[in-house]
């Protein structure tokens, strides 16, 4: 146990956080509002979990869906942004990931 931060050191961050972080919301509180509001879903090791919780902490490897002001996004995390940065930075902390049929690349 212990106290959540927002950078957490065992490698793993708030979702609300990695989702503004990683620019799909404009402000944290959108980002907040969305995964409490909406939902999320969150693979991880082939278990998923439905949560609607923003402070759930995401890992590099977990697979997000989530709904953005732009749309439903699945998303592959790749790294943890320290900061909230530029969109060229941003892109590198995830990957776009297509549908089922993708499965095979796994």
Same mark, same amino acid.
């Given at each position: 146990?212990?106290?959540?931060?927002?950078? +957490?050191?065992? *490698?793993?961050? @708030?979702?609300?956080?990695?989702?503004?972080?990683?620019?799909?919301?404009?402000?944290?509180?959108?980002?907040?509002?969305?995964?409490?509001?909406?939902?999320?879903?969150?693979?991880?090791?082939?278990?998923? @979990?439905?949560?609607?919780?923003?402070?759930?902490?995401?890992?590099?490897? +977990?697979?997000?869906?989530?709904?953005?002001? %732009? *749309?439903?996004?699945? #998303?592959?995390?790749? %790294?943890?942004?320290?900061?909230? *940065?530029?969109?060229?930075?941003?892109?590198?902390?995830?990957?776009? #990931? *297509?549908?089922?049929?993708?499965?095979?690349?796994?």
């Amino acid at each position: 146990g212990g106290h959540m931060t927002a950078d +957490d050191d065992n *490698g793993r961050m @708030r979702l609300d956080v990695f989702l503004w972080r990683a620019r799909f919301f404009k402000t944290r509180t959108s980002a907040t509002e969305a995964v409490e509001g909406r939902g999320a879903r969150i693979e991880r090791d082939g278990q998923v @979990r439905r949560i609607d919780k923003p402070a759930t902490p995401v890992e590099p490897g +977990d697979l997000l869906s989530f709904r953005a002001p %732009s *749309g439903a996004r699945l #998303v592959r995390i790749l %790294s943890l942004p320290a900061r909230r *940065g530029p969109p060229s930075e941003a892109a590198l902390c995830y990957e776009a #990931v *297509g549908g089922a049929a993708n499965a095979s690349e796994i």
